[in-house]
């Protein structure tokens, strides 16, 4: 099973809609989950054209800088906490990243999200950043920006997969190109920590 992961769009702030190459990869997902910074809910019925859609509600996402309040919406929610393949999967926009302990610590800001039931995975958004860590057994995945990575300019970000086939859940990030996409290059990527 294949989860499509994306966040922090910011369409049309960043351009008039997603680069296709996003579509495309995600032809063959079976839900697509979206952390958040959307700014215009056409993203979401354009991704719940390919697969189901979750979305988180970003900062972005709530009238702040002078942005329109995205309207209320079944697939819009602070948090998910969505069940597929055996597997529970949470979706927010911010999680404490990085951290500061000892208070700000991403296994605290878990607990508070879901103190009824921990996920497996953790999807999340808000930094523009692609990161796959685990904390505390939990499997934590940024996909980064696909028009805004690392805050930068608009130019080709990052997307991500959720795998969940076998026993555990596995993640991968991958670069748009103007070709489509490539496996991320952990090793020369430009992370601030």
């Given at each position: 099973?294949?989860?499509?992961l ?8 960043s ?12 032809h063959?997902?079976?839900c ?44 819009l ?41 921990r ?15 685990v ?6 995945v ?19 997969f ?32």
């Amino acid at each position: 099973m294949k989860i499509g992961l994306i966040s922090d769009t910011h369409i049309p702030e960043s351009m008039p809609e997603l680069w296709p190459h996003v579509y495309e990869q995600f032809h063959d997902v079976e839900c697509i989950l979206h952390g958040g910074d959307i700014h215009h809910i056409s993203v979401i019925d354009r991704l719940n054209e390919i697969a189901p859609v979750y979305a988180a509600r970003g900062n972005g996402d709530d009238g702040s800088g002078g942005r329109a309040v995205l309207a209320d919406d079944p697939r819009l929610k602070d948090a998910w906490l969505v069940e597929y393949n055996g597997f529970k999967i949470g979706l927010t926009h911010y999680i404490p990243m990085p951290e500061s302990p000892p208070h700000l610590t991403v296994p605290r800001w878990i607990d508070k999200l879901f103190p009824e039931n921990r996920p497996d995975v953790l999807v999340y958004g808000d930094t523009h950043v692609e990161q796959i860590d685990v904390f505390d057994g939990v499997l934590c995945v940024n996909p980064g920006s696909p028009t805004f990575p690392h805050n930068l300019t608009l130019q080709f970000g990052t997307i991500g997969f959720l795998h969940l086939d076998g026993d555990r859940p596995r993640a991968e990030i991958h670069q748009l190109n103007e070709g489509g996409v490539e496996p991320f290059d952990w090793e020369n990527s430009r992370r601030p920590w």
